[in-house]
């Protein structure tokens, strides 16, 4: 439960918490909280939990406490909690996603690690996070892009819609060409699902070509069986040509009996 009363702690005794979803704090951000925080001081309170040794754990707050601190602070207000692991995670991602403007990337790694950590599916924690199940899985999806694709993302401040627009291509180094192009040439949402749109309507025809291709050869090939059998006048002669549709496959027998004079090894 929540010691509701707010207490000054010294910042040397607040330790950062490892499960913190947010990975990357932008300079200009804290800067400008730091002066904020130098006119105004800290107007909401941080979250922590008592640890036994004295010390205590950051649970909520870090920007404030890292601002706090570039702005010369020694003691920070802080409301106290009693929780378990579990909570501390979950109190921490919901602080980030509702006060924080926590990055999608960083929001879907820290989904899918107390999912982890917790064996908590995905219903379970839509339900603790009050948020839709499809919410939850069509994050942790961006996760199935490559990492370096995912920094890219993330460097280039690209929205999560230019993200999901990826997700459409099959093949990294084709995504990997086509963030290059969304970059270069400035590409917004729309042009960058058109640009996915042209890619995949373009892989489906060429697809449809070398399918083309492929039939035309293997026609070509029975053909050339049949041409042969029928020059040699072998069906006079006992022996039969089958061609049977095996699905996937095309299965030709030919049948010579051996007595057929010359075509006995």
């Known amino acids: 439960?929540?010691?509701?009363?707010?207490?000054?702690?010294?910042?040397?005794?607040?330790?950062?918490?490892?499960?913190?979803?947010?990975?990357?704090?932008?300079?200009?951000?804290?800067?400008e909280l730091r002066d904020s925080i130098k006119e105004f001081g800290v107007l909401q309170p941080?979250?922590?939990?008592r640890e036994v040794n004295g010390d205590y754990l950051l649970?909520?707050?870090?920007?404030?406490?890292?601002?706090?601190?570039?702005?010369?602070?020694?003691r920070v207000p802080a409301v106290i909690k009693d929780a378990s692991d579990e909570e501390v995670s979950l109190i921490a991602l919901v602080e980030n996603i509702q006060r924080e403007n926590l990055g999608y990337i960083e929001e879907a790694k820290a989904y899918r690690n107390i999912m982890e950590k917790y064996g908590m599916s995905q219903l379970?924690?839509?339900?603790?996070?009050?948020?839709?199940?499809?919410?939850?899985?069509?994050?942790?999806?961006?996760?199935?892009?490559?990492?370096?694709?995912?920094?890219?993302?993330?460097?280039?401040?690209?929205?999560?819609?230019h993200a999901r627009a990826l997700l459409k291509i099959e093949d990294d180094q084709m995504?990997?060409?086509?963030?290059?192009?969304?970059?270069?040439?400035?590409?917004?949402?729309?042009?960058?699902?058109?640009?996915?749109?042209?890619?995949?309507?373009?892989?489906?025809?060429?697809?449809?070509?070398?399918?083309?291709?492929?039939?035309?050869?293997?026609?070509?090939?029975?053909?050339?069986?049949?041409?042969?059998?029928?020059?040699?006048?072998?069906?006079e002669k006992g022996a039969t040509f089958v061609q049977e549709d095996m699905g996937n496959d095309l299965r030709i027998t030919i049948m010579i009996p051996k007595e057929i004079q010359g075509m006995v090894g």
């Open 46 to 49: 941080l979250i922590l939990k």
């Open 175 to 235: 995504r990997r060409v086509v963030i290059g192009k969304v970059l270069k040439h400035g590409f917004n949402v729309k042009q960058t699902e058109k640009l996915v749109d042209d890619y995949i309507a373009q892989q489906e025809s060429q697809e449809r070509e070398r399918n083309k291709i492929c039939h035309i050869s293997y026609k070509l090939y029975i053909n050339t069986l049949k041409r042969a059998f029928n020059d040699m006048e072998l069906n």
């Open 59 to 74: 649970i909520a707050g870090e920007r404030r406490l890292r601002a706090a601190m570039m702005a010369g602070l020694d």
């Open 124 to 161: 379970a924690l839509s339900e603790k996070l009050g948020k839709n199940q499809s919410t939850i899985s069509n994050k942790i999806r961006l996760l199935s892009l490559p990492k370096d694709i995912q920094d890219i993302l993330v460097e280039n401040k690209l929205t999560e819609r």
């Open 1 to 31: 439960m929540f010691i509701k009363k707010t207490m000054e702690v010294p910042v040397e005794l607040i330790k950062a918490n490892s499960e913190q979803p947010r990975k990357n704090f932008a300079e200009e951000q804290l800067i």
